[in-house]
């Protein structure tokens, strides 16, 4: 089975490597930070880098026939525990608008910087879609 490139035309342009890869119908989320279409970190803090990081990881997901319950597992690399940890309500009422109530397992990970020097969070996911919803073409 060989993998498939899954690169929304929503996201910005990948350059030596996949928004996300799909072998079978295992979907592997690669890391997003909150990078808007302009290729800018979304400014307002932890939250609004949350929502953007999260809302960037679902546009791959979809592209690929998937919806938020098919996450199987999230990981959290964050250079400012404290901080998520100050604003956990705030990020919880996030992930409870744009996932729903279902938590997959899950890690946060705390590291002294990111790709983009401005960014607090990179989301990385895997997400199992059944076959009847997946589109193998989404790239």
């Known amino acids: 089975m060989l993998p498939v490139a899954v690169n929304p035309a929503t996201l910005p342009a990948p350059s030596g ?3 996300g890869t799909l072998v079978g119908n295992t979907l592997y989320l690669g890391g997003q930070t ?5 290729m800018r970190i979304v400014p ?3 939250v609004e880098q949350f929502r953007q990081a999260l809302g ?6 979809r592209e690929a026939g998937g919806e938020p319950q ?7 690399y964050l250079t400012d525990i404290p901080g998520y940890q100050a604003h ?4 919880g009422r996030v992930w409870r608008e744009l996932v729903g109530t279902g938590y997959p397992a899950m890690a946060g990970i705390g590291c002294t910087a ?7 969070v ?14 193998t073409s989404a790239t």
């Open 34 to 38: 909150a990078l808007d279409a302009d």
């Open 122 to 135: 990179e989301i990385l996911g895997v997400a199992v879609i059944p076959r009847d919803r997946l589109r």
């Open 44 to 46: 307002g803090g932890i």
């Open 88 to 91: 956990g309500k705030a990020i």
């Open 70 to 76: 098919d996450l199987v597992s999230v990981t959290l």
């Open 114 to 120: 990111l790709w983009q020097p401005e960014a607090l």
């Open 17 to 19: 490597f996949s928004h």
């Open 56 to 61: 960037n990881v679902l546009t791959t997901l």
